[in-house]
């Protein structure tokens, strides 16, 4: 059973600082991860996936994936208000998606 | 613009009666999920398309069908709601094959049962 755990928050940081989310996974075999922002009401949006060990980056988002650690991270830079929402970690399986609980973020003005 | 449409965006229901949620998409994916999601809680899988391949979710109770005429609509079906199916219904979309597995999802249909 892949399983995939984030803290609920809520992560609050003040406007312009850096935002920090982590997920682990429990199989080891996975491969690819994503990273999905949902705020209140609407639906997931997509906005990072990784599949190699590393980081990539996107603008102010960076996704940094460790194997060997089994974890995967989202860094957000200069976050605004407007990235206040709740972020699903995800990993595929077979097709599927085995998302995390989500983290909630919390941006002071 | 390629995208992912669910119709209604809301729907109010009563208790026993069957309802039907449509999604479309114009990407044309082969893969396309229905999630349900509640407050707080993650997108739960229910079942999805493979192509024309129905894939259900063990824990899906026999209340929700699916069906998929064509590579472009999936609908969901809800044969006799029950209060505790009062939810968002995620239609998704993927375009499958070895190394595409992002999904895309809809805006989501806000279902209410009375």
């Known amino acids: 059973q892949k399983e995939v755990e984030q803290n609920s928050g809520p992560l609050s940081v003040p406007e312009g600082a850096i935002a920090s989310l982590n997920c682990t996974y429990s199989?080891?075999?996975?491969?690819?991860f994503f990273w999905y922002r949902q705020y209140s009401g609407k639906s997931p949006e997509l906005i990072m996936f990784?599949?190699?060990?590393g980081d990539k980056e996107d603008g102010r988002f960076t996704a940094q994936l460790n194997k060997a650690s089994q974890y995967v991270s989202l860094l957000i830079r200069d976050s605004q208000p407007s990235d206040s929402a709740t972020y699903l970690c995800?990993?595929?399986?077979?097709?599927?998606?085995?998302f995390g609980s989500g983290t909630r973020l919390l941006v002071r003005p | 613009d390629a995208m992912v449409i669910q119709n209604p965006r809301y729907q109010v229901t009563q208790f026993g009666k069957p309802v039907t949620l449509s999604c479309s998409q114009t990407?044309?994916?082969?893969?396309m999920y229905w999630y349900q999601q509640k407050s707080s809680q993650a997108p739960k899988l229910l079942f999805h398309?493979?192509?024309?391949?129905?894939?259900n979710e063990a824990d899906t109770p026999d209340n929700f069908q699916s069906r998929r005429p064509n590579t472009s609509f999936c609908f969901l079906d809800i044969r006799s709601p029950g209060l505790g199916d009062a939810a968002m219904y995620l239609c998704?979309?993927?375009?499958?094959?070895?190394?595409?597995?992002?999904?895309?999802f809809g805006p989501g249909t806000r279902l209410t049962v009375t």
């Open positions: 998704a979309t993927s375009r499958g094959g070895t190394g595409s597995y992002e999904q895309y």
């Open positions: 199989d080891r075999g996975s491969q690819s």
């Open positions: 990784i599949y190699s060990n």
């Open positions: 995800a990993l595929e399986g077979s097709y599927k998606l085995i």
């Open positions: 990407l044309n994916h082969n893969v």
């Open positions: 398309y493979y192509d024309k391949d129905f894939n």
